[in-house]
């Protein structure tokens, strides 16, 4: 059985760091992608940043240069590393696996394994 676990989200103040992790088990798939998603109340799930099965790195624009999206080698651990946190990042964030064949495209209906999501709240 699939399984994705996020860990740390939390509440922090504008201008804070937080780094989420996400561990996935009973996916042996050794090209799988992984991604990073958010979804704030009323909005869609958005897509922020992602790893192929290569290792290449993808992110979407809102995020680029304040987030950083890596993988543990030789894991299926993905971690999101995000900085100067805004009250507009305040979301439930979700990690998301698949097999991605034509690279990793941040879209949820690519993905076929999430993970129960993390709430990130950002104060100003």
């Known amino acids: 059985q699939v399984r994705l676990v996020e860990s740390g989200g939390g509440s922090v103040q504008a201008g804070a760091s937080l780094r989420l992790s996400c561990a996935i088990t009973?996916?042996?798939?050794?090209?799988?992608?992984m991604a990073w998603f958010r979804q704030a109340p009323g909005q869609e799930r958005q897509g922020l940043a992602g790893?192929?099965?290569?290792?290449?790195?993808k992110y979407a624009d809102s995020v680029k240069g304040r987030f950083v999206v890596s993988k543990e080698k030789d894991k299926d651990i993905l971690y999101l590393q995000m900085n100067a946190l805004m009250p507009e990042d305040t979301a439930m964030y979700y990690c998301?696996?698949?097999?991605?064949?034509?690279?990793?495209?941040?879209?949820?209906?690519?993905?076929?394994?999430w993970g129960q999501g993390t709430q990130v709240t950002v104060s100003s």
């Open positions: 790893i192929d099965g290569d290792g290449t790195p």
């Open positions: 009973g996916y042996n798939y050794n090209k799988k992608c």
């Open positions: 998301a696996s698949d097999s991605c064949p034509g690279g990793v495209w941040l879209e949820p209906i690519l993905f076929g394994y």
